[in-house]
């Protein structure tokens, strides 16, 4: 009877401790940031950083087949604490080594999940986890994040019309739009990474990182419009050809599932980036930390670079006794300019095969003698390929160059980021390495981490970058190019393809297809080869027109593409922002400012104490506000006491190397 009693009272006990309202609080290391769980019928999360709430309650849960809901009246049945300080390597960087200190909180349910929590002194993330023995099918989650106000924001909002039936069909570049939380316009979606603009100087980034077999993330409106609320691209079922000359795989029919997964696996993290002051967001690690180490035993044969693009400046070269395009000459005349200014590689873009069919070449382009052309000056080539020709026959494709000694491809059009298209980035990422292939995605999602794991691949577009130039009259070029450091580029690096050597003032642009011009001025242009992270930078104008601006030309090609350090010196969203890096014993420095003129000051403090520096540097020209061509070139001597003032035009910039 003693023992009847006894069992039901722990049944009674257990399922009143598990309706009992249970909260946790989790400190960063420094103790200004903290993270409040509570579990009720559901499980919320808020942040704090000091007094200011960061985060109001917002709910998390996921939603598995036979309708089980991981968060829904969960019960807990431990917690574990724990506390990380480290530093891990991170080659083709923006810095050699990453420290990753946090506090870590796990709370283990009942249902075989839980929840992991970390505190970063720079901001806070989460995921779930599982750990079932069968397979899942996981129907939704449930990502919220509310607010205490009407805060300002910087969305990039969804605005492609290949398929205005499927808003997932995304090839994620858009400016950012300036609104309040409340102006979010009703039925659309923005894509990460977004910012959010707080009192006190305070602003957070949203991301995510660990994406892997999982659709990545977008965000509506809640219906109250104090907040955002998670949005994913069901699991595709059949799919068709379309798009840009029909070589995009636009969805026709999709499942009503995210993904079916393995039952113990983690899923993505949710990351909220926390800064006092902007500069703080142009320097961080966040994605780098969160991310799964390297798959790739031997790195040896990875090599950054700098590349010459021909797309962009539309194979438009000239003084020449031959008919310039999509040719063998051309493509030597390229690498010949490759080789005499010490840039690594040659990208042969759309073109130089069938579109459809990636081993069928062009006649007019004879790919063997070109490998050995650029072999013979220490130029490697790279091709273009759409993700849809390249997934045809992925291992045999790659295979097939990687034996006639190409370096790499770059894969484009690949437009969504549903799991099945995630699942495919990781296949060729992974094929990629078994080749010793170098990858590039452009028409590509933004970067979640999958950089740390394969550093084969070097770039992601998921920008909108400097092609737009060509087609698109009324984009703010200058204030997006001083708003992504501190928003898409936290994500990882950016094809952007900077390099313009054609400058235009606001007055004077205008769209050009086979003579492209840029947005603001020459300094400008330079500045971007050190503030915008890319191992693999292109060089997006022809070798005519950087022949023709050799100076320009000489000192893009001494900036390395990856770094030892970085240090954000300044900034403001939308406004400015100064960044300086260090390769071996060379400081790289690079400012921009939006559309209005600005006078700076650099203070050369982060220079080594009791040692003269020669600085090489470039400025805005005395009429470059006229014409955006002019810039002066000066040699100066330098110390970490020096403090130098400049006057960046409107558009302009400021380009240095000290060594």
């Not at 080594?608 to 506000?625: P, Q, R, T, Y």
């Amino acid at each position: 009877m003693k023992k009847i009693f006894l069992a039901s009272f722990i049944l009674i006990f257990n399922a009143s401790f598990s309706q009992k309202v249970q909260d946790f609080t989790l400190a960063s290391p420094s103790g200004k940031i903290k993270v409040n769980i509570l579990i009720n019928e559901k499980i919320t999360w808020s942040v704090l950083h000091e007094k200011d709430l960061i985060l109001a309650p917002s709910s998390v849960s996921m939603t598995l087949d036979q309708n089980e809901v991981l968060g829904k009246n969960a019960t807990l049945l431990n917690s574990k604490r724990e506390k990380l300080n480290q530093t891990f390597e991170s080659p083709f960087y923006k810095k050699s080594a990453v420290k990753n200190q946090y506090n870590l909180l796990v709370l283990n349910f009942k249902s075989d999940f839980s929840i992991e929590y970390r505190a970063f002194d720079d901001g806070v993330a989460y995921r779930f986890i599982t750990k079932k023995k069968k397979d899942i099918t996981v129907k939704a989650e449930e990502v919220t994040l509310n607010f205490d106000q009407d805060y300002g924001t910087l969305m990039p909002n969804v605005r492609d019309l290949r398929n205005p039936k499927d808003p997932y069909i995304s090839s994620f570049e858009a400016q950012y739009e300036n609104k309040k939380i409340s102006e979010f316009a009703k039925d659309t979606l923005a894509f990460l990474p977004f910012l959010i603009d707080y009192k006190n100087h305070k602003k957070a980034v949203f991301l995510e990182a660990g994406l892997e077999d999982y659709p990545g993330l977008f965000v509506t409106n809640t219906k109250s419009k104090s907040g955002f609320e998670s949005r994913f691209s069901n699991y595709p079922l059949e799919e068709t050809n379309g798009g840009f000359n029909n070589i995009n795989r636009l969805i026709t029919k999709r499942s009503d599932y995210l993904v079916k997964t393995k039952g113990t696996r983690n899923f993505p993290w949710r990351i909220l980036v926390i800064s006092e002051n902007d500069a703080e967001l142009a320097n961080n690690d966040m994605v780098q930390k969160l991310s799964e180490p390297t798959k790739i035993k031997d790195l040896s044969w990875i090599k950054p670079g700098k590349v010459a693009w021909d797309w962009w400046n539309d194979w438009n070269i000239y003084n020449i006794d031959f008919k310039a395009g999509i040719n063998t000459q051309t493509y030597q005349y390229y690498i010949d300019f490759a080789s005499k200014n010490n840039v690594e590689y040659v990208v042969l873009d759309e073109g130089w095969s069938l579109e459809d069919d990636i081993m069928k070449h062009n006649p007019n382009v004879n790919l063997e003698a070109l490998i050995a052309y650029g072999k013979e000056r220490n130029v490697g080539i790279i091709l273009w390929s759409s993700w849809m020709a390249l997934t045809k026959n992925t291992d045999g494709i790659l295979k097939n160059y990687a034996d006639l000694g190409i370096k790499g491809f770059k894969v484009d059009f690949l437009d969504r980021d549903d799991a099945k298209m995630i699942n495919s980035v990781y296949d060729i990422a992974q094929k990629a390495a078994d080749h010793k292939l170098l990858l590039d995605f452009h028409g590509m999602y933004k970067p979640t981490g999958i950089q740390r794991t394969f550093p084969n691949i070097l770039n992601f577009e998921g920008v909108k970058g400097l092609e737009n130039n060509k087609w698109t009259p009324n984009d703010d070029v200058p204030l997006y190019d001083c708003s992504i450091p501190f928003i898409r580029m936290m994500a990882g690096p950016m094809d952007y393809t900077p390099g313009a050597m054609r400058n235009a003032t606001k007055s004077e642009f205008k769209p050009s297809h086979s003579n492209p011009v840029s947005q603001g001025t020459r300094c400008h242009q330079l500045a971007l080869y050190t503030i915008f992270e890319a191992p693999l930078q292109m060089m997006a104008d022809s070798p005519t027109a950087y022949m023709k601006e050799q100076e320009s030309t000489d000192f893009i090609a001494k900036i390395p593409t990856t770094f030892d350090e970085t240090l954000a010196l300044d900034g403001e969203v939308g406004k400015f922002v100064s960044i300086a890096r260090k390769k071996s014993n060379t400081w790289y420095l690079g400012t921009i400012t939006n559309w209005d003129s600005r006078d700076i000051t650099i203070d050369f403090s982060f220079l080594e104490k009791g040692k003269k520096f020669e600085a090489e540097i470039f400025s805005d020209g005395l009429n470059a506000d006229k014409d955006a061509n002019d810039y002066k070139r000066e040699v100066v001597t330098v110390d970490s006491t020096t403090k130098l003032k400049y006057r960046m035009s409107s558009g302009g910039g400021l380009a240095m190397i000290i060594k």
